[in-house]
């Protein structure tokens, strides 16, 4: 039954979270200082943590090449 005091962002989050279908961001923006990253957004193979503030913190992309423009120079061993 559906709650007609949820908003529909904790619906949502609810929904998704229950469904296995994500992680619903509190802010989904790219981080500014991230130029090749903003220019697609975030992508299939991005490895990362959720902040505290609830934004996605970018580390790479496991699914690109080590010298692809979007991962950093410093990468995990054996990548």
Do not use: Q, W
């Not at 130029?35 to 992508?43: A, I, L, M, N, V």
């Amino acid at each position: 039954m559906r709650n007609p005091k949820a908003s529909p962002a904790s619906m949502y989050s609810r929904l998704m979270i229950m469904h296995e279908l994500g992680y619903p961001l509190y802010m989904p923006e790219p981080d500014l200082g991230l130029k090749e990253y903003r220019k697609k957004g975030h992508r299939v193979g991005d490895v990362g943590r959720i902040t505290p503030s609830g934004s996605f913190d970018f580390l790479f992309n496991a699914c690109y090449p080590a010298n692809h423009p979007i991962n950093p120079e410093v990468l995990p061993d054996g990548f």
